[in-house]
């Protein structure tokens, strides 16, 4: 264990230069700093395959069977929020990552931690949506742990969820599986989870309340891989919204993505509180929405089995995978303009999730 | 999901009469108060066969294949002591798990909470402490996660760790397995984990400082199991030390346990500290310490396999199962007395994983 014994190893100081000595809360962004972190720090410590996948779960071979393993650390800061909470959340979260490799989701476990003096009833709130959103979802929490932190060392309540589920399908739904043509589906309208979020947060009154979109897409999934939809890849839209989730996807394929900006539905609401925060709805948080990657002749029978559903009645075609390099993602405004968007660099909207 | 739909099940107040209101250090413990979470809150909420095994992990089913499954979140304070530190901790506490369950553990899961200004170069050394750990215990870290969280509402870094295995055999290593006549083997002293972390925070010096046992119990399991020894249980020592997993078992299993006290070894330094704080070894944490029940005339081979492995050197045989009912644990102490022990009610090492 000494690290003489591993001469190309060195983490003590592992980030680039110039990049900030302290952590920021950009470093939670699903931004430019995370990338820092995964690049330079954790994919070279336990770099292997299923890890360099960068998607939103591994899938690891359990003797013959193939599993899809995630995780997901929640610290949504209110506890309770218009459309969910924090143990919603954490169910829904971690099921749609399974959901996004193609799995089954079967098994939840559930790790929390406390702050001294919360009082129990706000955990037997957030254990009873935890239980309904689990029955909703069709998956068991078998394992799980509770620390309790000193008071003022933790924020009232912090939950982890990791899931397994199994893998069926025989072609691997990951970002190396896209192909020049594939169409960019999107399920529904963005925005919601983090302006629902934030509207509590800032005291933004509306008419009615923005109501987080956070949901159980995995039903979704699996009726499109039921119906015979040969999906290429899936990506939720969590930290970092729609706009990260793409440039995630162009850079890992190095493949060209071109979008229409009028194609992707956005709420009046939402769209409102943006221009009010200053913020692009396509960099904002969702929690029941993602986009796939299907051959162009299925985009159609694939945005009927979506709309079937009731989180993706909004469902859209809103772009194309062009055909060669590089891994970019190109906006055609409705003016017919072209603008090349990017990671975001610091946080914009922190502890949404 | 509205509750009107389940008229049996209501947790909004969901504790005994008498019971805490607020959240108590005691509630992490591996107590009274834990237990009480356990009982009324978790288990009616996701009541299910895995859950209500009550063991270190849930062995569920996917596919024709059984797979281990467990979580642990850890906020030990301070992150680093001798003998170990929050990386190389939250890694063999999974690991070993996940080996309780009789499982070869494969696959690992790490999500961080990470508090705004903790310098990157010590999340560096907890990233490089579990690379190493992880190698040493042949387990990949293949998904992930970090969250960061506002300055003042967290401390410093907590870490989670969910594990997935393989099981091979075909009895389950549980509580219910424990038998009448069963030999329970400890695999060495106790004490030391609980004692290191303390011994920093109270400022306690000792000629040579106090190391935790921490340390990956996997392989001398594999190698039990390997040997042919029929395990029927095996737990691990962590909160609540040796005393809270004997009452564990005897309480699930409803058979008697004695256990004879000179055969508990516990280091000269771990009695002088635990002395001076006033605590009994016996229920301080172990992170590298386990209790196997095996067949009686299995004993002396197990204890051959367990003292071929440097972290079984001291392993003992330290008491039987009796032959009925009820299930307490009786203590003999070296002038021949007895007393029953319990599980703590309170709080007495609080953090130290």
Known sequence: MSEAKEPGFALRCPLPAGAPAQVLLGHGSGGKLMGDLIEHLFLP????????????????????????????????????????????????????????????????????????????????????????????????????????????????LFVNTAGIGLVESATPIAPRSVRPGDAVLLSGDVGRHGMAVMAVREGLEFESPIESDSCCVAGMVRDLLDTGIHVHCLRDLTRGGLASALVEIAEATRLPIEIDE???????????????????????????????????????????????????????????????APGIVTVRSPLGTRRVIDRLSGEQLPRIC
């Open 45 to 156: 410590a336990f770099g292997n395959q299923p890890l360099e996948e960068r998607h939103d779960g591994a899938v690891v071979e359990c003797g013959d069977r193939r599993i899809a393993f995630s995780t997901d650390s929640y610290v949504v800061n209110p506890l309770f929020f218009p459309g969910g909470d924090i143990g919603s959340l954490a169910v829904f979260g971690t099921v749609n990552d399974l959901a996004m490799c193609g799995a089954r989701p079967l098994y939840l476990s559930c790790g929390f931690i406390l702050e001294e003096g919360l009082p129990v009833e706000t955990l037997g709130r957030v254990v009873h949506s935890m239980r309904a959103a689990a029955r909703q979802a069709g998956v068991q929490v078998v394992t799980g742990d509770t620390k309790v932190v000193d008071r003022g060392k933790a924020d009232e």
């Open 262 to 324: 009028s194609s992707v539905p956005v709420d009046d609401r939402v769209r409102g509180a943006c221009e009010i925060l200053g913020l692009d709805p396509q960099y904002v948080a969702n929690e029941g929405r993602f986009i796939a990657f299907v051959p162009p002749d299925q985009a159609p029978a694939a945005l009927h089995v979506m709309k079937s559903h009731r989180p993706g009645a909004r469902a859209s075609r809103i772009g194309d995978v062009g055909p060669r």
